[in-house]
């Protein structure tokens, strides 16, 4: 790798940059958002996004109308490619898959259907889509591409499109987390959730967990993790009462959770999912691969420059 692609993979190069290059770390948040929302691995959108400067870097720019559309068309197909091939590796993967966790900036949150569309429970509806599903539905309902543009990512006419974009929004609908708690219900419950959790009470833990609550943990067969998913707040409570370690709350994917270490390094993401005040899911990641770059704040962009 070349010291400026280097640099473009980082997002740091800012100065006495080429078109090319100026016109890639422009929209390189707003491309690695989309391989991410793709794959559910921020390792593998890094790898996609050097895929696609390898080859925009080749481009002859006065021969692109619309350098955005040539790019997210570019970094969509590449994501396929790799979609279909992680899928495969998925199948085989030792207990729950969970989407790498990324520690996000405030931003984020604000923009609310970004947040909605990169959290952990979405991510984890999207991966039931085909990767052609989900490729039309991402670009469309998320980042707004026209049919067209859509058409050329995926190998489509812009009519199939429509209809694959349809079928996919319904699939998502009736599959999709249930509508979230006022942001101080939120707050005031993932308070309780955390205080619980830090003191091992498992009466306060039985209080703020749902009936039917999901506890899914992803060790990757390496870390230690349940391989089945924890159903039913009794069960889920006492597994979390076992935790030894002080919680910390920070943003990932665009939503508060909670962050657990051990000796300084970090030990379990756990992304929590809350409906009407109470927590519904709960999404432990303890993939030491997937918690590699989890100490970086990760810019997501979906807005059109």
């Excluded at 995926?154 to 929004?169: D, L, S, W, Y």
């Amino acid at each position: 790798m070349t010291y400026a692609a280097s640099q473009i993979r980082a997002g740091r190069c800012r100065t006495r940059m080429d078109p090319a290059t100026e016109t890639f770390v422009a929209y390189r948040n707003l491309l690695f958002t989309v391989a991410y929302e793709l794959l559910g691995s921020a390792a593998d959108a890094e790898d996609v996004l050097q895929e696609v400067w390898l080859r925009w870097a080749g481009v002859d720019l006065d021969a692109v109308r619309d350098r955005r559309a040539y790019l997210i068309r570019t970094t969509t197909r590449q994501a396929l490619v790799r979609l279909r091939t992680v899928r495969r590796r998925r199948e085989s993967y030792v207990g729950p898959w969970l989407p790498e966790p990324l520690l996000t900036t405030p931003d984020v949150a604000e923009d609310v259907e970004l947040a909605e569309s990169v959290s952990m429970a979405m991510l984890l509806v999207l991966e039931t889509l085909t990767p052609t599903e989900r490729a039309v539905f991402v670009l469309r309902d998320v980042f707004a591409v026209e049919y067209d543009e859509i058409a050329q990512a995926v190998g489509k006419t812009p009519a199939a499109v429509r209809q694959i974009a349809h079928r996919a929004r319904g699939h998502v609908a009736a599959r999709r987390p249930r509508g979230s708690a006022p942001a101080d219900q939120a707050r005031a419950a993932l308070d309780a959730f955390r205080r619980a959790v830090e003191t091992g009470d498992l009466q306060g833990l039985v209080d703020v967990l749902a009936p039917d609550v999901v506890l899914l943990t992803d060790g990757g067969g390496v870390a230690r993790a349940a391989l089945e998913p924890v159903t039913g707040a009794a069960t889920v409570a006492a597994v979390l009462g076992r935790i030894a370690a002080t919680p910390q709350l920070a943003l990932v994917n665009g939503h508060p959770a909670l962050v657990l270490r051990d000796d300084g390094a970090i030990d379990t993401v756990l992304a929590v999912r809350l409906d009407g005040g109470l927590v519904t899911g709960l999404y432990a990641v303890r993939n030491p691969e997937k918690l590699a770059r989890f100490g970086r704040a990760v810019t997501l962009r979906r807005a059109r420059l």
